[in-house]
């Protein structure tokens, strides 16, 4: 397990935060590059480590006095399945694939960080540090949609970690997907923070001409310098704006999402984001109020702290207004938008904004074309005594 990454400070400076019980009064470094400040133990590890300065590991830790260079590990594995449904009803989407496990963006308030705990890894630092490539997937969805069984409906692609972050480059996984997904006139709908679905516009496009594809592109805020500490390794909000426009320009719908919205961190540019995002070309829009799940909460807190000290409780307790006085609400009605006066207040700066600039809200899942799907061709069987099965 990689060290933890704070430092001990003299008692007059350090900061405090209070939550559920617990007392966040850690100095953290933030690593450049890095959107956690810590490798928090995973909730399924037996074992719990405390960092302790002894004088002897600096070397180790930093360099220059700054923390030392984290590396990111990709690891190609070789997956079992590769389609995933949902039932959740404050989703629109019932089925989804995702490429990778873990997500090098680093987004500090990541909702599916607490998925690296599944493989006894920490959903801090490990979660944008070790990511796993499915590298079958393309040969697994095929395979899937081969069965006689299957019933097409839109396949959201990346929706629980970034199909387009930068190993995808290389290794052209989400690319293949896209393939199989408009070789067999099959919908689906991305959503990205990357620059790099402009690669496959080819693909999007001819898919978008048979209403096959949509695609969304989340901006949190249009500031670099917060969007360098909240999501470090993601396009710069500028950058998006263009791929908003790339998108368009080539026909395919684009929406903006935009997630999530942190209380007086990102919250007061909620307008400004919406009409940059229509000016770009974006026809709907969308956005979530900031979920703390399991290991986010720590993280995120430790994040406040380490950024934004002066208003770290104040962030929190509007969080926990809008969560019914707690850190986190998982409940279905509410987990997306939140409840009580600030969250209604969000919704209503947001629809004024949406009004304004003529755009809609979320609801193109329902305009894609699953009537023209056209099963990939199965292999024939093979029985034992080395003759092609009939059926």
Request: hydrophobic share 40%.
């Amino acid at each position: 397990m990689a060290k933890s990454s704070y430092r001990p400070v003299p008692l007059q400076t350090t900061r405090t935060l209070e939550t559920a019980g617990e007392t966040f009064s850690q100095v953290f470094d933030a690593r450049k590059g890095r959107g956690a400040v810590s490798n928090i133990q995973g909730r399924y590890q037996t074992d719990r480590r405390v960092a302790f300065d002894d004088g002897w590991g600096a070397g180790e830790e930093e360099e220059n006095g700054e923390p030392a260079v984290l590396h990111t590990i990709v690891t190609e594995e070789v997956a079992k399945s590769i389609i995933s449904r949902n039932k959740s009803p404050d989703l629109p989407f019932n089925v989804s694939l995702n490429p990778y496990r873990g997500c090098e963006h680093g987004c500090v308030y990541c909702f599916a960080r607490p998925t690296h705990a599944y493989l006894g890894l920490s959903p801090g630092l490990d979660f944008e540090s070790r990511i796993f490539a499915k590298m079958n997937a393309p040969e697994l969805l095929r395979k899937e949609l081969a069965k006689p069984s299957y019933i097409a409906e839109t396949i959201t692609v990346g929706i629980n970690t970034d199909a387009y972050q930068p190993c995808e480059r290389e290794l052209q996984i989400t690319r293949r997907v896209l393939q199989v997904l408009d070789e067999c006139r099959h919908p689906a709908a991305l959503i990205t923070k990357s620059s790099l679905i402009e690669r496959d516009v080819d693909i999007l496009a001819a898919m978008a001409s048979r209403r096959q594809v949509i695609a969304a592109v989340t901006i949190a805020t249009l500031d670099p310098a917060l969007a360098r500490k909240l999501e470090p390794r993601a396009a710069t909000p500028t950058r998006r704006l263009r791929v908003i426009r790339t998108l368009a320009d080539a026909g395919i719908p684009v929406s903006v999402s935009i997630a999530p919205i942190i209380p007086f961190v990102n919250e007061p540019e909620l307008e400004s984001i919406v009409a940059a995002a229509a000016e770009a070309g974006a026809r709907r829009a969308g956005y979530t109020v900031l979920r703390l799940p399991w290991e986010v909460n720590p993280l995120f807190q430790q994040w406040l702290l380490t950024h934004f000290p002066e208003r770290a409780n104040r962030v929190m307790n509007r969080i926990r207004e809008m969560r019914g006085g707690k850190d986190n609400d998982s409940d279905f009605a509410t987990r997306m938008r939140g409840e009580g006066v600030w969250a209604d207040l969000i919704r209503q700066r947001f629809d004024k904004a949406v009004q304004r600039s003529a755009m809609h809200q979320r609801g193109w899942f329902d305009m894609l074309d699953a009537s023209q799907f056209v099963p990939p061709a199965r292999p024939p069987k093979i029985s034992v005594s080395g003759q092609f099965d009939l059926f």
